[in-house]
C-alpha cells in the first residue's frame, strides 16, 4: 500500500506551496484514512485573550517545517498510517452553541469511519462537542489532559458552554471515565481550593505543575499507561499547560508551567495507550509574532501522530 506523505523541503521551498499540516495531502473525508488533522477554528468560548481562531493556520503555516521520520523515538508515521488534512470545520463566528453543534457533527461524521483524528484548535471549548462524538462511538474514554487549568467549572458567566467548563461538562454527560482521567500541569491563583479539588473529588487524578518541577514526567507516564490499559483513551494538551517562556503565543498564561521538554515526555509517555483522539487546542498567534508557539503545537501535534497505534518505529 503506498501512503501519502508530506511534501519534502527538496519537492518544494519550505515556504511555498499549500499549507496543508506538514503539507500532506488535502481530503474531503475520512475514508480510507488511519488518522486525520482536522481544525476547529473557534475562539469565542474564551474568557481572556482572544485570537485562538487563527491557531490552524498558523500551526498548518509552521508545520512546513517537519519532516516525516522521528529522530528521538524512531517513529515514521508515514510508513504505516494513511494520513491527510480534512481542513478546517465551518464554525459559527456568533454563535457558541450552533459551533459546538456544528463540530460534534462533523466529527460524527469523520467517525463513521475507522480514523483517528488529531484535532487543532481553536480554544479548549472544542473539546467538548469532540468527546461527545467520541464517546458516542467508543464510550466513555480515559482522559491525559495536559493544562494549566481544570476547566471545571459550571459556568461562566452563566453560560454552561466556554473553554473553562469543557470537563464539567464531559463529567456531567458521561463522557470521560473519571477514575481514569489524567489533570497534568494546573497551576496558577483561583478563587477557591475548589478549583482543583471538585476534580480530585468525582475521581480525577489531578498532577499540579509544582509536582512536576525539576524532574522526568517519564515515570508519572509509566504509572498512568499502567492505570489506564487498554482502555480507549482521549489525549488534550492545552499550550498553556506549558510556561509562557516556552509558548507565550496563548489566552490564558500562567507562570511556572510545564518545560517544552516535558511536553514531549508526556506525550511520548502516551506510546502504547489505546489512543482514539487527541487534540492541540489554545494557542493564540497574535500573542507570539515568531511564530515559535505555532511552531511548537506543530511540533507536538506530530509527536501525537507518533504515538497512534499502529505507527511503525525503527530501532535505534
Not at 84 to 102: H, Q
Not at 105 to 130: F, S
Not at 136 to 164: Q, R, S, W, Y
Request: proline share 6%.
Amino acid at each position: 500500500m503506498k501512503y501519502h506523505q508530506p511534501l519534502g523541503g527538496d519537492e518544494m521551498p519550505r515556504f511555498a506551496g499549500v499549507a496543508t499540516m506538514m503539507r500532506l495531502p488535502s481530503a474531503n473525508s475520512s475514508a480510507g484514512l488511519n488518522a486525520c488533522f482536522v481544525g476547529m477554528p473557534l475562539d469565542i468560548g474564551t474568557s481572556n485573550r482572544a485570537g485562538a481562531r487563527h491557531g490552524p493556520r498558523e500551526i498548518r503555516a509552521e508545520s512546513c517545517l517537519l519532516r516525516p521520520f522521528n529522530l528521538g523515538t524512531g517513529a515514521a508515521p508515514f510508513e504505516s498510517l494513511q494520513v491527510a488534512d480534512l481542513g478546517d470545520i465551518a464554525v459559527n463566528t456568533f454563535s457558541i452553541v450552533d459551533s459546538v453543534d456544528r463540530i460534534r457533527i462533523a466529527y460524527e461524521l469523520l467517525l463513521k469511519n475507522d480514523v483517528i483524528p488529531l484535532g487543532i484548535g481553536g480554544d479548549h471549548t472544542v473539546t467538548y462537542p469532540v468527546l461527545q462524538a467520541i464517546a458516542k462511538k467508543h464510550g466513555p474514554v480515559a482522559l491525559v489532559h495536559v493544562d494549566a487549568h481544570a476547566d471545571v467549572n459550571d459556568t461562566m458567566f452563566g453560560e454552561k458552554i466556554a473553554h473553562g467548563t469543557t470537563f464539567r461538562r464531559a463529567f456531567d454527560e458521561n463522557l470521560i471515565n473519571p477514575k481514569l482521567t489524567y489533570q497534568i500541569g494546573l497551576r496558577g491563583t483561583g478563587y477557591s481550593p475548589d478549583d482543583f479539588n471538585w476534580s480530585r473529588s468525582k475521581g480525577f487524578t489531578v498532577v499540579t505543575a509544582e509536582e512536576c518541577w525539576d524532574r522526568s514526567l517519564a515515570p508519572l507516564m509509566a504509572s498512568i499507561r499502567a492505570a489506564i490499559g487498554t482502555h480507549k483513551t482521549y489525549v488534550t494538551f492545552d499550550i498553556d499547560g506549558l510556561d509562557p517562556s516556552v509558548a507565550p503565543g496563548t489566552g490564558t498564561p500562567e507562570i511556572g508551567g510545564l518545560t517544552g521538554r516535558q511536553g514531549l515526555e508526556i506525550i511520548r509517555g502516551c506510546r502504547g495507550l489505546n489512543i482514539v483522539g487527541a487534540d492541540l487546542v489554545e494557542v493564540s498567534p497574535p500573542y507570539d509574532l515568531s511564530g515559535n508557539t505555532a511552531l511548537l503545537g506543530a511540533n507536538l501535534l506530530f509527536e501525537l501522530l507518533c504515538v497512534l497505534p499502529g505507527v511503525k518505529y525503527h530501532k535505534s
